[in-house]
């Protein structure tokens, strides 16, 4: 038997650090988002402890009155502001760091490969129970990237190349839908960073 994740990246955020909330067309994302799932079947919703993920969640929620449950290990591997005084510069320089050498951690954060490791282990436990047919999970880019890393052959992945540092990363957008198998101990990735109904 077939079960499924749904993970989704959440909407367009305010630019500031700490825990910011959606902006305006964040809003409407996340609203496109839900008009998509209004006719699937959802047992259990989960998001990242941050603002931007549980609103978007919020909004998928109307379609289904969920409890809606927070999970840490969602958070984002590294997050803008988690570091007293920190600058967007030197958050960046610190991702690009994180996507070069997946076991570095920076203070206050997780590296790529621990944040990975800890979404698949989150998975393996809510699927554990095989009365749960479908799940969606609202949290961040990176994080479902590193998720899909650990997962995969990394070979396989469609991945990026940044300029600055010739970092692979994988692309997932602004909700972005990416749909995952899991099939007794094996996952399958159906579909990676789907925009097509934000159209």
Not at 45 to 52: A, I, T
Request: a neutral charge; aromatic letters at 10%; one cysteine or more.
């Amino acid at each position: 038997m077939a079960q499924t994740i749904y993970f989704v990246r959440h909407g367009q955020k305010e630019k500031h650090p700490g825990d910011p909330s959606l902006t305006d067309l964040g809003i409407r994302q996340a609203k496109a988002t839900a008009n998509y799932f209004k006719d699937k079947t959802i047992d259990a919703l989960y998001s990242s402890p941050l603002l931007r993920t549980k609103e978007t969640a919020q909004y998928i929620n109307v379609n289904f009155g969920l409890n809606l449950i927070i999970e840490q290990r969602l958070y984002e591997r590294l997050n803008w502001g988690d570091r007293k005084g920190e600058t967007f510069e030197e958050f960046w320089q610190l991702w690009q760091k994180t996507d070069l050498d997946r076991n570095f951690k920076p203070p206050k954060s997780r590296s790529s490969n621990q944040t990975g490791r800890d979404v698949l282990e989150f998975c393996n436990q809510v699927l554990a129970d095989k009365n749960i047919k479908s799940i969606l999970m609202a949290t961040h880019g990176g994080t479902i990237g590193d998720f899909l890393r650990i997962v995969f052959d990394n070979s396989l992945l469609p991945t990026k190349t940044n300029p600055e540092n010739q970092a692979q990363y994988i692309e997932v957008n602004e909700c972005s839908i990416t749909e995952v198998e899991k099939h007794g101990s094996n996952y399958i990735l159906k579909r990676l960073n789907d925009t097509s109904h934000l159209i």
